[in-house]
């Protein structure tokens, strides 16, 4: 099966800017692989921010966007907030099989 | 406003077997791919299984294989996740998840240990 790699652990100051990745040991990421951005924070359950690459749900907060940079897909938050502090995952989809990443842990500080 | 609801969590000894339940009270559930999803404590995500909307195909991630078999019943709205031979590493929270825009359930915990 695929692995999905993600940077382990990421910083940001307040007001600043971030993006994660999540890339794919098969080879470039696209469209195709449907990749999803989810936050958890402790204690809760996963949410889900973006869909399809790039679509936000309706409670996603307009700081967040996803996109694909490079051979990755990518997670931007522009503006952090306290709140923004969590774990993030991705997930790719290879035809009917899903991987997801190892996650990323946003520290705003 | 999709919901999701899980159950059938609990403590089981290694060998044994367990089913999860998950009922949508929100939307179509016969119209949307669903999964089952995994964290173990302390861990990440992991992705267990998935049915299409007629249940005509299943995915599994190679760990679960021979031993979790995902079902649906799209009269009754709900999913399923039988888990037999359980071993201590099945032990996590399941969450069931639709698999058009991701919508979660809160989980049940699944615990195996002697």
């Known amino acids: 099966q695929a692995v999905v790699t993600q940077e382990p652990s990421l910083t940001v100051s307040p007001g600043g800017t971030v993006t994660l990745t999540c890339g794919s040991s098969t080879g470039t990421v696209t469209s195709g692989h449907y990749p999803y951005w989810f936050q958890q924070k402790p204690g809760q359950a996963p949410r889900t921010l973006i869909y399809d690459t790039s679509t936000k749900h309706s409670w996603t907060p307009a700081r967040f966007s996803g996109s694909l940079l490079g051979d990755k897909a990518a997670l931007t938050l522009s503006g952090a907030q306290p709140e923004d502090e969590a774990e993030y995952y991705c997930?790719?989809?290879?035809?009917?099989?899903?991987?997801f990443g190892g996650g990323t842990k946003v520290t705003v500080l | 406003e999709v919901q999701l609801v899980e159950s059938g969590g609990g403590l089981v000894q290694p060998g044994e077997s367990l089913r999860l339940s998950c009922v949508d009270s929100?939307?179509?559930?016969?119209?949307?791919?669903m999964s089952w999803v995994r964290q173990a404590p302390g861990k990440g995500l992991e992705w267990v299984a998935n049915i299409k909307q007629d249940g005509s195909e299943k995915y599994y991630v190679d760990s679960v294989k021979g031993r979790f078999t995902i079902s649906r019943d799209n009269a009754k709205n709900s999913l399923y996740l039988q888990m037999n031979s359980l071993r201590a590493e099945d032990t996590a929270v399941y969450y069931c998840a639709t698999e058009f825009r991701g919508y979660w359930g809160q989980g049940t915990l699944v615990t195996v240990s002697s």
């Open positions: 929100g939307f179509t559930f016969s119209t949307y791919w």
């Open positions: 997930l790719l989809s290879y035809g009917g099989v899903r991987v």
